[in-house]
T-cell receptor, first 114, second 114 residues
Framework: EPEVTQTPSHQVTQMGQEVILRCVPI?????FYWYRQILGQKVEFLVS????????KSEIFDDQFSVERPDGSNFTLKIRSTKLEDSAMYFC????????????FGEGSRLTVL | GEDVEQSLFLSVREGDSSVINCTYT??????LYWYKQEPGAGLQLLTY?????DMKQDQRLTVLLNKKDKHLSLRIADTQTGDSAIYFC??????????????FGTGTQLKVEL
């Protein structure tokens, strides 16, 4: 069964460092998303991406964040200069969009900022 | 804006039924979802219901939707220890770009005791 895969599963970084989280969405899906879950809190929407551009982003997704689909299979989330409060589980998801729009999530990348 | 609320904990005995409740605010939601998250794992889509339905049954899972009260519930029959996990309710809104955004509840931690 097709699935969304994410790497790394866990990354530890120092505050101020750049981090790139990688995702391989399901191959025929058109929409790609990043969500995050701070420990003990809700899963929150960060950004959606379609046709090589951001289609919507939340207030959380500020200038420190960027997304890219560099090669037609990977979908990346970059955090330019990490802060302690960026520590969270980051989930990638993909969907066909439209009425058949179920989101399929990866297993998450846990980011720990020290 | 959208908001989804759930109770935080539920404890049941193995073999009993579990009922996890959720309330949401967006009356235009067309789909409502239940996701399961096991420890250290990603978000697994369990089931969903379209807003013109009152009930959906899928093996041990029964979803009830009261659209008037904006109340959704998930019943798990014959609960097993393997059902211990966090269960997230989510409502879907369609983004202007055509993708789908999920708004998640806080999650209900289900503990199944022998």
């Amino acid at each position: 069964e097709p699935e969304v895969t994410q790497t790394p599963s866990h990354q530890v970084t120092q505050m101020g460092q750049e981090v790139i989280l990688r995702c391989v969405p399901i191959s025929n899906h058109l929409y790609f998303y990043w969500y995050r879950q701070i420990l003990g809190q809700k899963v929150e929407f960060l950004v959606s991406f379609y046709n090589n551009e951001i289609s919507e982003k939340s207030e959380i997704f500020d200038d420190q964040f960027s997304v890219e689909r560099p090669d037609g299979s990977n979908f990346t989330l970059k955090i330019r200069s990490t802060k302690l409060e960026d520590s969270a589980m980051y989930f990638c998801a993909s969907s066909l969009g439209g009425a058949a729009g179920e989101l399929f999530f990866g297993e998450g990348s846990r980011l720990t900022v020290l | 804006g959208e908001d989804v609320e759930q109770s935080l904990f539920l404890s049941v005995r193995e073999g009993d039924s579990s009922v996890i409740n959720c309330t949401y605010t967006d009356s235009s939601s067309t789909y409502l979802y239940w996701y399961k998250q096991e420890p250290g794992a990603g978000l697994q889509l369990l089931t969903y219901i379209f807003s013109n339905m009152d009930m959906k049954q899928d093996q041990r899972l029964t979803v009830l939707l009261n659209k008037k009260d904006k109340h959704l519930s998930l019943r798990i029959a014959d609960t097993q220890t393997g059902d211990s996990a966090i269960y997230f309710c989510a409502e879907r809104s369609i983004l202007t770009g055509g993708g789908n955004k999920l708004t998640f509840g806080t999650g209900t931690q289900l503990k199944v005791e022998l």
